[in-house]
Nanobody
């Protein structure tokens, strides 16, 4: 069983940066694919980025967001730059031990473990 806890959310202005962290416990993430999703009010939870056999990003954040991980610290991070009001959402960290590469592991059902989410609000 893996427990995930996100942190680092907050209220920022358009153009600002934020760094989200995801602390894992209960099992090492060294063999896991770590993903980030977000959910805005009234919308479906959407894929943002994942780090597994390779790294992939949603087109909406490509070039602005960077996913990273520190297996030694059992943590994953999401650096978010040039934030826009449309980035406002609850951001979730997720983990799966499935094999993920290419377009794999970009959907919610592929992840077994989820954090509770952290709110990111970007004002215009």
């Amino acid at each position: 069983q893996v427990q995930l806890v996100e942190s680092g959310g907050g209220l920022v202005q358009a153009g600002d940066s934020l760094r989200l962290s995801c602390a894992a416990s209960g099992h090492t993430i060294s063999g896991a694919t770590m993903g980030w999703f977000r959910q805005a009010p009234g919308k479906e939870r959407e894929f943002i980025a994942r780090s597994g056999m390779d790294i992939s990003y949603a087109d909406s954040v490509k070039g602005r967001f960077t996913i990273s991980r520190d297996n030694g610290k059992n943590m994953a991070s999401l650096q978010m730059n040039s934030l826009k009001p449309e980035d406002t959402a609850v951001y979730y960290c997720a983990a799966t031990y499935r094999y993920c590469s290419g377009i794999g592991c970009q959907t919610r059902p592929e992840y077994r473990y989820w954090g509770q989410g952290t709110q990111v609000t970007v004002s215009s």
